[in-house]
């Protein structure tokens, strides 16, 4: 189908994010043409609901010079999915065009343009802190859908809520991944939240440093700056930031004197530095979720409450009303004395270390996947402290089964195709080892066997239930 509007964006990909930008796009009026390299029935029938619409699309398009040069018109923008690198030859080719190239979520914020948002980076605990950070604000009355990197697209997210005919949101929550922050260097929340930071995706930002100004130029580009003081990346560089909010899961007296943070735990109590001193702000215990790391996660949504004007009394409420995060240290289930928590957003060795220290042992580890880089030495040690046995599973199966040998890990070690077996297994080790919990925390992507962490775990969750 020819397209030959002067103002033609390309969408790359066919997937979630690229139909929401096309959407998006072809809603203020513009000619859109979507790309995919691939085909297939599934694409062809999501190509046609979209060809519908007026929205072109040409499915077997590679990512290649030739593409865009065989077009009708020159585009005016080239809009890319977050799973293509920013460095891939083609867009790096089109750039020396002179055709810019952004990411869905540039086009999110530039339409969303008089809601603020609310901005959450980091290694790990962004899912879980996006989702606190909007169930604080749900409960106490305002509306703060969330989206980006969790469950709506940014721009599926911007389309369904601004509209002419619709009140705006107070807030938009927005889980942001480096991959989409690189994507899109003009967005610039009102709060921006940094979780914590951890090598991760080196495999495609190439340098720890790299990786982390990724992340530090969305936080600066942000009118508020919340840092979690706890993780060692960033207290290491807190003398590099000249305005930020601090926030730590222990005593204040514990960081160093750089730092003075504006939460804290103290005597069980959540504690605020107000204008008469130190003032208890709500229990520390409010939230019914295991593990260190979520206190972090907490006392981060709550430095965000209060700079959108929730009272202690308001955040208490609702962090107790909180139900918990699917695939994050998610409890599913206890069978015959056994506890089983579904942890599948734990795709790298920090997180999954996480999992391990939140909980108490002897526990079965379902692991593998799709293995990252990153040092594993913390998670060998992890596990050689709390798990009895573990069931290996995927693709790194046979690469996690030499680390552990070569680690001298003291428990069993069982090997297995996929879930559909490892599950059951895991159920019976945890019965002759008499283990209080098993746990999915598979410290590996899931694209060897699934096509996101959400549904690997939806596997898992299913087949637990069936036991």
Partial sequence: MAVTASDLTVVVGLARSGIGAAKLLRQAGRAVLVIDNQQGPDLEARAADLRQLGIAVQLGAPLHPDTFTALASRPATVVVSPGIRWDHPTLEWLRQQGIPTVGDLELAWQAS??????????????????????????HAGLDAPMGGNVGFSAAELVL?????????????????????????????????????????????????????????????????????????????????????????????????????????????????????????????????MPGAHNRQNMLLAAAAGRMAGLSGAQMEEAFRAFPGVP????????????????????????????ALQALAGPLVVLAG???????????LVALGQKAAAVVLFGAAQAQFQQLLAAAGFPGAVHCCEGLDTGVALAAQLARTHSCQAVLLSPACASFDQYSDFEARGDHFRRLVSGL
């Fill in 113 to 138: 343009s008089n809601v603020p948002w609310i901005g959450i980076t980091g290694t790990n605990g962004k899912t879980t802190v996006t989702h606190l950070v909007s169930h604080l604000l749900q």
């Fill in 160 to 288: 369904e809520r601004i509209q002419p005919n619709l009140p705006e949101p107070d807030w938009l929550v927005m889980e942001l991944s480096s991959y989409q922050i690189e994507a899109a260097p003009q967005v610039a929340p009102q709060v921006g939240i940094w979780t914590t930071l951890t090598p991760d995706h080196l495999e495609r930002h190439g340098t720890l440093e790299a990786y982390r100004a990724i992340k530090r130029g969305l936080l600066e580009r942000s009118r508020e700056r919340i840092l979690n003081a706890d993780d060692a990346d960033l207290q290491a560089h807190a003398d590099r930031w000249e305005r930020a909010t601090w926030i730590t899961a222990g005593p204040r007296a514990s960081l160093p004197h750089s730092i003075t943070p504006s939460l804290w735990i103290e005597g069980g109590q959540v504690m605020h530095a107000g204008p008469s001193g130190a003032t208890p702000l709500m229990a520390a215990d409010c939230l019914a």
């Fill in 327 to 354: 695939h994050r240290l998610e409890r599913l289930r206890e069978d015959q004395g056994i506890t089983y928590y579904n942890d599948s957003k734990a795709t790298n060795y920090d997180a999954a270390e996480v």
């Fill in 369 to 379: 996947g799709e293995a990252k880089q990153g040092d594993p030495n913390s998670w």
